[in-house]
């Protein structure tokens, strides 16, 4: 079946450095992405969405590129902050049900 | 503050019990979600409704039940078929249905807990 995944399950950055946390999905016809950010024992908070229309959106310290051609979506946190430590989901829609269908998530540790 | 309303944050239930997780929202949405999250894990859907009393099954609905009488309201019933309740429960609304983009606003959880 159509699924959205991660290629890696953790993450571990220098406070400072630039993160980037990638995503692959498997419907060609997706057309609306989403990237969740999840601190431990709450629920996901929205960062940033892109539209399929468009292969870069900028945010607060958070890029999001998307590659059609790939089926890959990415999210950049620059200057990572402790704060920034959390599980990372990325979710596209389903053009078909319209529900949002999400990954597994990254974990990101941030070492000061 | 406008926003999602998840209780009990913990619940510990005995094996056979049914128990009923609360979700209220002040957002006007339309679409309400319930996912279950278990460690480590993606969340998956259990039930979403995208209009007062009509709801759909997602992909793990055995053993859970919901109703949508109100806008506000979109109750989980965690019955004694569930065979394994234990999880983290997130509440969601938003959605397609309201014709917007699709982003969806979270709860802050229940954690249901089975002795």
């Known amino acids: 079946g159509e699924s959205v995944g991660l290629h890696l399950p953790t993450l571990s950055v220098q406070e400072g450095d630039n993160s980037i946390i990638n995503c692959a999905y498997s419907n060609s016809a997706s057309d609306y992405f989403i990237w969740y950010k999840q601190e431990s024992g709450k629920g996901p908070q929205f960062i940033i969405d892109i539209r399929s229309n468009m292969d870069k959106r900028q945010g607060q310290r958070v890029t999001v590129l998307l590659n059609k051609t790939v089926k890959h979506l990415s999210l950049q946190i620059a200057a990572t902050q402790p704060g920034d430590s959390a599980v990372y989901f990325c979710a596209e829609k389903d053009v078909n049900q319209g529900n949002l269908i999400f990954g597994k998530g990254t974990k990101l540790s941030v070492k000061p | 503050d406008g926003g999602i309303t998840q209780s009990p944050k913990y619940l510990f239930r005995k094996e056979g019990q049914n128990v009923t997780l609360s979700c209220e929202q002040n957002?006007?949405?339309?679409?309400m979600y319930w996912y279950r999250q278990d460690p480590g894990q993606g969340l998956r859907l259990i039930y979403y409704s995208q209009i007062v009393n009509d709801f759909q099954k997602g992909d793990i609905a055995e053993g859970y039940s919901v109703s949508r009488e109100k806008k506000e309201s979109f109750p989980l019933t965690v019955t004694s078929a569930q065979k394994n309740p234990t999880a983290f429960y997130l509440c969601?609304?938003?959605?397609?249905?309201?014709?917007?983009?699709?982003?969806?606003?979270f709860g802050e959880g229940s954690r249901l807990t089975v002795l």
């Open positions: 957002l006007n949405h339309d679409a």
């Open positions: 969601a609304s938003g959605g397609l249905a309201d014709g917007g983009t699709g982003e969806l606003f």
